[in-house]
């Protein structure tokens, strides 16, 4: 699939808004773990990153007068699922960051953050379900894609969450021991993805597949047939080749995963380890996070090869 740099920075910095958000509720619900400062600005940053993030995404829309239509179908689509839960996220997060402002501790914001953790995680497994739901994409159609775009989130989240804990000095070994942790499940689960998604797994799709030779539609008494593309049907690129049929370099594929893997979690993990405090690192150790998993995400668009492909040459998907 070709790489469209507004959904993959969409993806990114939404992800790592609602984790932040979801957590920052999550430790509130506990036993109020930060003060009503850190926690104003965990809510402001989230808001930040998932605004930046919503607003990228209209730029990939041909006619974006036409976002509304988003709306429309909440029973059967995910896109829809997911602008209508983040239409209700915005305005509840944002009572949420004035009941932070006044220091509120009732009923009113507990609800305030319930809501907010519910809605962030109902937000963040719709957009994963966008591209898990697509049966013609073989590398994103099944839970491996909500698990990581879940965990992936939540751990770009939780560095965020830490380097608040750290410069206002608190609670920082247990959310140290919390981002540690989602770090390394994120990394186990995205290197299970990849393990998943191999060209040459039992699963991928040929054209013997595609067009039903190997269920059964062969002439009588064959037990082996193969099918032969003969023509493409064009002479130049169109839509579904320059959408579809884009090729990866392995070269870059590896300089890619290199940067994903520092970037995205030796860095932040080896601050974790450290213990280093000041807020200079702990915005260091966030964007090289968020820079990381750019990377990471750029991949995950761009390894992805749709059926299509088979009918333009390619041996398999």
């Not at 958000?21 to 990153?49: N, R």
């Not at 829809?80 to 983040?86: L, P, Q």
């Not at 501790?105 to 898990?132: K, N």
Request: net charge positive; aromatic share 10%; hydrophobic share 55%.
């Amino acid at each position: 699939m070709k790489p469209s740099l507004s959904i993959i920075f969409f993806t990114v910095s939404s992800g790592a808004g609602l984790g932040l958000l979801a957590l920052l509720a999550l430790a509130d619900l506990f036993d109020h773990a930060l003060p009503s400062a850190a926690l104003l600005q965990g809510i402001a940053l989230a808001l930040v990153l998932v605004l930046a993030g919503l607003a990228s995404s209209v730029l990939h829309l041909a006619k974006p007068a036409n976002a509304w239509r988003a709306f429309a179908r909440f029973r059967s689509s995910w896109l829809s699922r997911e602008a209508v839960f983040s239409a209700c996220l915005v305005p509840l997060a944002l009572a949420y960051g004035a009941l932070a402002w006044t220091d509120e501790a009732g009923p009113v914001s507990i609800v305030a953050a319930l809501c907010a953790m519910v809605l962030s995680w109902a937000v963040l497994f719709s957009t994963a379900m966008i591209y898990a739901s697509l049966k013609p994409i073989r590398q994103w159609y099944g839970w491996w894609t909500p698990i990581n775009y879940l965990l992936l989130g939540h751990w770009s989240g939780a560095v965020m969450l830490l380097g608040l804990a750290r410069v206002h000095a608190t609670h920082e070994r247990s959310f140290g021991w919390l981002a540690g942790a989602l770090g390394v499940a994120a990394l186990i689960a995205k290197i299970g993805h990849s393990r998943a998604i191999v060209a040459g797994a039992p699963d991928a799709l040929t054209l013997e597949r595609a067009i039903g030779v190997n269920e059964g539609v062969r002439p009588p008494g064959m037990t082996v047939a193969r099918a032969r593309l003969f023509d493409v049907g064009h002479s130049h690129g169109t839509f579904l080749t320059d959408e579809f049929g884009f090729i990866l370099a392995r070269r870059h594929a590896l300089a890619l995963r290199i940067a994903a893997l520092t970037a995205g979690f030796v860095v932040p993990e080896a601050w974790i380890v450290s213990g280093a405090a000041g807020a200079p690192l702990a915005w260091l150790a966030g964007i090289a996070c968020v820079g990381g998993l750019l990377a990471e995400r750029w991949l995950f668009f761009a390894e992805a090869q749709h059926t299509v492909r088979l009918y333009h040459g390619a041996p398999r998907t």
